[in-house]
Each structure stands twice: as structure tokens, then as C-alpha cells.
Nanobody, 111 residues
């Protein structure tokens, strides 16, 4: 099983990024994909999640309204659209399904 994140980068405060998580080698159904992030010196925190069946979404309260998680089941890809980014949003963003994790993609928010 491989989860490969991409789409991170450097963005100014107020800017947007769209992260992608491509899943391969995972053939189960009825699962939840989650995005987490980890800032330097802090614990990893949950950001958002989505189910493959029904596309049911959930968000950490401070990100609701700014972040949107979506899924393309045909392409086995989960997206995280992040708008109005703030300095506190920076960190490494990870994709997770059950016990599987990607390598992460770095998001830096700075002038």
C-alpha cells in the first residue's frame, strides 16, 4: 500500500493550496481517509476526513470553512483544498488510511 502526497509549497498568508493524496495497492471499501498535519515541535493533529462511500466529511473546527476535503474514487485520490491560509497552518501534511501513512508534503505560509 502506498499513499503519496503532493501539492505542498510556499504560499503567502491568505493564499491557497490544493494537496493531493494518491492511493495505490489498497483495495478495501468502506474506509476513511484522513489528513493530518504536524508543525515543528508540535504533535501531529487531525485536519479532516472523508469516507469513500458517500463522501461523508468531517473537519477540525478551526479549519471548517477554509479547508475542503474531497475524493475521486475512480482516481483513488483524496484532495485537500486549503484557502485563506494562515501562518499557523504551516507544517507537514500527511494522508492516512487505517495504519497506512504517506511521507508528507510540506506547507509553508510566509510573506
Amino acid at each position: 500500500v502506498q499513499l503519496v502526497e503532493s501539492g505542498g509549497g510556499l504560499v503567502q498568508p491568505g493564499g491557497s493550496l490544493r494537496l493531493s493524496c494518491v492511493v495505490s495497492g489498497f483495495y478495501a471499501t468502506d474506509y476513511t481517509t484522513r489528513w493530518y498535519r504536524q508543525a515543528p515541535g508540535k504533535d501531529r493533529e487531525w485536519v479532516a476526513s472523508i469516507t469513500d462511500v458517500g463522501g461523508v466529511t468531517n473537519y477540525e473546527a478551526s479549519m471548517k470553512g477554509r479547508f475542503t476535503i474531497s475524493i475521486d474514487n475512480a482516481k483513488k485520490t483524496v484532495f485537500l483544498q486549503m484557502n485563506n491560509l494562515k501562518n499557523e497552518d504551516q507544517g507537514v501534511y500527511y494522508c492516512n488510511i487505517r495504519d497506512y501513512w504517506g511521507q508528507g508534503t510540506q506547507v509553508t505560509v510566509s510573506l
